[in-house]
């Protein structure tokens, strides 16, 4: 009887984790096609040069918003579960944490500014979207909700926040206006965001605000855990947002609206591999219990399920290139169509990345991803530094490719155990590899 109550309180657990992931799986998927067709519609609206002002000024705070985070994403849903009596010293600390680093990203965007050819307007632009940053400090709120596995009261303030936040961009396209007025939304859209988070936290949790306290013990232990998290944030956004940067700089905003264009298209399509790789890698890591060969099996055929996804979709983009990026963002931005023929390639490398990203992380191995992040990072400045003057904005798209490929394989001939896993992610394009081992 004990047995079956055990089971049957396992089985309840399961179906409640089951169903809190549906809902944000359905939220981040409405939020990827919304932000689409608006961002497409924004992008029209704008032009390339001033939608090359909105793109860059959103790097450039991107650049210095992760600080803001501190990496405690995933440590305070972690520390909540292993104490729970601690839940207000834990919340609490965290929220003055995220809000110290928001008002520290200003300050460094302060000082930054000074290093770039920005205008006023642009510095205008990245400061009231930084300023976003610091609303964003009641995302804490999200990691209550995570560890009680009620996500959908998050997914709600999201999607809630999400329409007010599109019909406002409409609103603005239809009336007109402004650059800036598309600025202020961002800064519009993480209010809101906070506003809700509030709500659903006064009306749906069992905890009282008044008991949320700022701790030194709980800081500095949340600081220690965090740090190698926080340098690794800084590496992946600086490897995602450093060719707008330097395109801006060494070209001008028109060339950086164009590329931002033709980046909507090519990353758009990314979010399959990230659901197909959250779904099946967990059987993968069953299947590590099982036996090794029944592991490295799964694990090659996610990577062929992926990478030829990829493959495909890079062909038929490739053809069509011309005629969609005509048909979606208008005759000023057909140019950009060559851009997206080069980044939509990304897409295989992209596919290894991911799937070995999950692998590393299995094998504990987290030290090689913040290594092949920041050698990612440094190639690519590199490369961009010398093309971009040389060939243009097409240079950018090939040394984000080349950056890729040695990221993803070439980096992986360097460790003994990564070569071994480089030998399963070259059977993909050639099975035979198989009768070999390294």
């Given at each position: 009887m004990l047995a079956r109550f055990k089971s049957l309180k396992q089985h309840q657990g399961f179906i409640k984790y089951l169903k809190n992931t549906s809902w944000l799986l359905a939220e981040k998927i409405l939020r990827i096609i919304t932000g689409l067709f608006i961002g497409?519609?924004?992008?029209?609206?704008?032009?390339?040069?001033?939608?090359?002002?909105?793109?860059?000024?959103?790097?450039?705070?991107?650049?210095?918003?992760?600080?803001?985070?501190?990496?405690?994403?995933?440590?305070?849903?972690?520390?909540?579960?292993?104490?729970?009596?601690?839940?207000?010293?834990?919340?609490?600390?965290?929220?003055?944490?995220?809000?110290?680093?928001?008002?520290?990203?200003?300050?460094?965007?302060?000082?930054?500014?000074?290093?770039?050819?920005?205008d006023n307007q642009t510095n205008l632009l990245v400061f009231i979207i930084a300023s976003s940053t610091i609303f964003q400090s009641f995302n804490v709120v999200d990691f209550y909700f995570q560890a009680k596995v009620k996500s959908k009261y998050i997914v709600k303030a999201n999607i809630i926040s999400l329409f007010i936040s599109s019909v406002v961009k409409i609103i603005l396209i239809l009336y007109e206006a402004p650059l800036v007025a598309f600025a202020w939304v961002v800064l519009f859209d993480s209010i809101i965001l906070a506003i809700g988070f509030i709500y659903f936290f006064y009306r749906k949790s069992d905890f009282k605000i008044k008991k949320l306290i700022l701790k030194q013990k709980v800081v500095i232990s949340l600081m220690k855990d965090s740090w190698p998290l926080i340098l690794s944030a800084i590496i992946v956004t600086a490897y995602m947002k450093i060719d707008i940067i330097m395109l801006k700089e060494f070209l001008g905003e028109y060339?950086?609206?164009?590329?931002?264009?033709?980046?909507?298209?090519?990353?758009?399509?990314?979010?399959?591999?990230?659901?197909?790789?959250?779904?099946?890698?967990?059987?993968?890591?069953?299947?590590?219990?099982?036996?090794?060969?029944?592991?490295?099996?799964?694990?090659?055929?996610?990577?062929?399920?992926?990478?030829?996804?990829?493959?495909?979709?890079?062909?038929?983009?490739?053809?069509?290139?011309?005629?969609?990026?005509?048909?979606?963002?208008?005759?000023e931005y057909v140019a950009s169509a060559d851009i997206l023929m080069i980044q939509i390639w990304s897409g295989i490398f992209i596919s290894f990345l991911m799937v070995s990203n999950k692998w590393?992380?299995?094998?504990?191995?987290?030290?090689?991803?913040?290594?092949?992040?920041?050698?990612?990072?440094?190639?690519?400045?590199?490369?961009?530094?010398?093309?971009?003057?040389?060939?243009?904005?097409?240079?950018?798209?090939?040394?984000?490719?080349?950056?890729?490929?040695?990221?993803?394989?070439?980096?992986?001939?360097?460790?003994?155990?990564?070569?071994?896993?480089?030998?399963?992610?070259?059977?993909?394009f050639n099975p035979k590899l198989m009768k070999f081992e390294i």
């Open positions: 497409i519609w924004v992008a029209r609206y704008l032009g390339p040069e001033q939608f090359g002002i909105y793109s860059y000024a959103q790097s450039f705070v991107s650049l210095f918003a992760v600080i803001a985070t501190f990496g405690l994403d995933s440590i305070v849903v972690r520390e909540i579960l292993k104490d729970e009596r601690k839940i207000g010293e834990i919340i609490g600390s965290s929220f003055y944490l995220k809000l110290f680093g928001a008002f520290l990203v200003l300050m460094f965007l302060a000082v930054a500014v000074n290093f770039t050819s920005n060339e950086v609206g164009m590329y931002s264009a033709s980046s909507r298209i090519s990353e758009a399509w990314y979010f399959i591999p990230v659901l197909v790789t959250s779904s099946l890698f967990p059987g993968i890591l069953n299947a590590k219990k099982i036996d090794k060969i029944t592991y490295e099996n799964r694990l090659r055929n996610l990577y062929k399920v992926l990478v030829w996804m990829a493959v495909v979709v890079s062909i038929v983009l490739t053809f069509i290139a011309d005629n969609l990026m005509l048909l979606l963002f208008g005759q590393l992380l299995a094998e504990n191995k987290t030290r090689f991803i913040f290594i092949r992040g920041l050698f990612g990072v440094i190639i690519n400045i590199i490369l961009n530094y010398i093309f971009i003057p040389i060939y243009g904005v097409n240079a950018a798209a090939f040394t984000s490719l080349i950056t890729l490929i040695f990221t993803s394989l070439i980096i992986d001939v360097f460790t003994k155990d990564t070569r071994r896993h480089l030998h399963i992610k070259l059977c993909v």
